[in-house]
């Protein structure tokens, strides 16, 4: 397991359960020459974070100087029936700041009892005090933390079911049970904050840094379920001591955020941030790290990246959520849950971002950024009972004239009576904004249908989306996209099958039958992922070309572009989101080398002359999202 970085901030407070004179008081470590006492060496073990899989005071390690408080509760029915019977402070035995996997060794002297007693063990930098109370009223209280500052905090349980002692004999005595000290070794104990962290290694951006948007200023010690009144589960494997991931600990857990917390990092004041007014940049490449914060619709976390698209020297800004899309490739958000280490990997960039932190916050999440996201593109999804199904899944405008017409369906038991339902299902954030104007929603038949009017479009690219949804979990997001076309540069034909343009003869092919020659054009920066794949259609007049074989060019028929009414043979280039992000690999493969980035968008299509002949080649190229590409070769 990997030892990770320990990162350490001096000068912090801490602010705790407040103490109180008539609270419960505090066992300190008296004699056990009364027989009423045991002195127990205990043990507890730090596991490491684990990683959420995926589309960040406080450190990897635990610090030095940390003190070991033991509240103990009688074990009731839950939460609200478990009250403090105890509160023990423990010597430490061996230095705190160990590696993640080692033992912090501590000593504590328990009052014996044979009745059923609940130990939580606190590690923090102060020893902890509270008042009397159950553990629904106590723990979820017991807070680390502040604004401006982080202040790091382990918790773990052990529950004895028969106390620490037998009963006593005939002379007072009770013996201490064998199970004690063998519990009370290795206990594991879960950090109460939970990891972020960015990286990158691409050719055409330079990360500068991130920061983290709705930040929580305080934290719980304990992990708390206010729905049963009881601490989550957080561990299992072979031992029961290791942490569990994301997924395992699935719906059983959504995290805690104390009632008392503020937000450090609120989106008001990220907005405010520019390089003029902050004198130390907040925006670096260092982990980051959080308090449990589960997901709130209206001030959920996210990150802002800064940095530097295709060397240009300028940093823009890119926005990030923390989720990831599920086997039918829906969104959902992650609660950001203690102990987990949330790794957003940047897998592409296709253009500049936002030219401010306030624009970056104000819009979508960048979808010219590729942070492990998958397609939606899918058209049906179903849950192997129900299916619901759309008729596309994408839109691009590029005249406010445009109408898209959107339908959909919902079939339920698909594997007996398949009956149409469409009461189940309706659109979740379908509303006027950036891309659309107008909107009606109508029923046809066994369909319904949404019909859109979109804005009048601008050089600036607007995105906006919306959900079908069922109640069930089955959903299919709809991205719209407006602004004015596009338009293809730099075109370039040269002889043979080259990978990209070499050197600098263009535009000349031979004029011999059968000879292999490749057409190059550019893409423009900033196409979202959403419009992918691309199709384009190629056509020469006169019609003295074909597809060379070893290239990924399909034949078409239909009418010419050149001579409206008049039919012709085109050849359609069809281009994934990979193939606009990165070049091709060596050699005559149609398959994209992720290691190398396309800066240039440059796409690639092999052809050769079909018959002899010198003269002018007129080509077109076209797609309903660009306006008409015209350009030309001679034949020599």
């Known amino acids: 397991m990997e030892i990770l970085r320990y990162l350490w901030i001096v000068g912090l407070s801490l602010a705790l359960c407040a103490c ?40 990897d390690k635990p610090g030095s100087g940390l003190k070991l408080t033991l509240l103990e509760f009688s074990k009731g029915t839950d939460g609200a029936n478990s ?22 060794n501590f000593k504590v002297t328990l009052m014996k009892t044979s009745e059923p007693r609940v130990l939580h063990l606190l590690v923090a930098e102060d020893f902890v005090n509270c008042d009397y109370g159950s553990e629904a009223n106590l723990l979820p209280r017991l807070t680390v933390g502040g604004s401006g500052y982080q202040s790091e905090a382990y918790w773990g349980k052990v529950i004895f079911d028969n106390g620490y002692a037998t009963a006593a004999d005939m002379d007072g005595n009770a013996t201490l049970l064998p199970e004690v000290e063998k519990k009370l070794t290795g206990v594991p104990v879960i950090r109460n904050f939970s990891r972020v962290t960015v990286r990158e290694s691409l050719d055409n951006f330079e990360l500068y ?10 934290g719980t010690i304990v992990p708390w379920n206010q729905s049963d009144l009881s601490t989550p589960n957080l561990l299992g494997g072979a031992d029961g001591k290791s942490m569990l991931s994301y997924p395992e600990i699935g719906d059983s857990y959504s995290g805690y955020t104390p009632a008392t917390a503020a937000f450090d990092n609120q989106e008001s004041e990220v907005k405010s941030w520019t390089d003029g007014n902050v004198t130390t940049s907040p925006f670096t490449q260092a982990d980051k790290y959080i308090y449990e914060h589960p997901f709130e619709s209206g001030r959920h976390t996210y990150v802002i990246i800064k940095g530097v698209y295709n060397r240009s020297g300028t940093p823009t800004y890119y926005k990030i959520d923390l989720g990831y899309n599920d086997e039918n490739y829906s969104f959902h958000y992650y609660n950001l849950i203690r102990n987990i280490s949330y790794n957003v990997s940047i897998n592409g960039v296709s253009a500049a971002g936002a030219a401010t932190v306030a624009e970056a916050i104000d819009g979508v999440s960048y979808n ?10 899918m058209l049906n999804v179903s849950d192997g009972q129900n299916m619901l199904i759309v008729s596309n899944t994408n839109n691009v405008f590029v005249k406010s004239s445009d109408t898209f017409r959107l339908t959909y369906q919902y079939i339920m038991d698909v594997t007996g009576a398949n009956s149409v339902d469409n009461s189940k299902v309706r659109a979740v954030g379908l509303a006027e904004g950036d891309v659309i104007k107008s909107f009606s929603e109508t029923e046809e038949g066994e369909f319904k249908v949404i019909t859109i009017t979109p804005n009048e479009p601008t050089a ?8 079908i949804v069922d109640g069930n979990g089955l959903e299919r997001t709809i991205s719209l996209v407006l602004r004015v076309p596009w338009d293809f540069s730099d075109y370039i034909f040269q002889e043979g ?7 600098s003869d263009s535009q000349n092919i031979s004029s011999s039958a059968g000879d292999a020659f490749t057409f190059y054009f550019n893409l423009p920066d900033g196409i979202p992922e959403s419009v992918f794949p691309l199709q384009f259609k190629i056509e020469a007049n006169p019609q003295c070309i074909e597809n060379n074989p070893i290239g990924t060019l399909a ?10 009414g008049t039919p012709a043979i085109s050849y359609i280039k069809t281009v994934s989101w990979q193939e606009y992000l990165y070049k091709y690999g060596a050699g005559d493969g149609n398959d994209v080398d992720v290691n190398v980035s396309n800066p240039n968008h440059t796409v690639r299509c092999r052809f050769r002359t079909i018959s002899t002949g010198t003269g002018i080649v007129n080509v077109a190229v076209y797609n309903p999202y660009f306006n008409m590409g015209n350009t030309s070769f001679t034949r020599r």
């Open 20 to 59: 109180s004179s008539d609270g419960m008081p505090v066992q300190e470590l008296p004699s056990d020459e009364s027989g009423e006492y045991v002195s127990v060496d205990l043990s507890v073990n730090i596991p490491d974070l684990m990683s959420a899989p995926t589309r960040g005071i406080i450190g």
């Open 83 to 104: 009250f403090l019977t105890n509160i023990y402070k423990a010597e430490t035995s061996s230095a705190t700041n160990v590696d993640n996997g080692g033992l912090l």
């Open 209 to 218: 840094g991130f920061v983290i948007v709705n930040v929580p200023t305080s």
């Open 368 to 377: 010219n950024i590729s942070a492990d996201v998958k397609t939606g593109s």
């Open 460 to 467: 600036v690219t607007k995105i906006q989306s919306f959900k």
């Open 497 to 503: 099958k080259n990978n990209e343009p070499q050197g």
């Open 555 to 564: 034949v078409s028929t239909g009418e010419s572009l050149f001579t409206p």
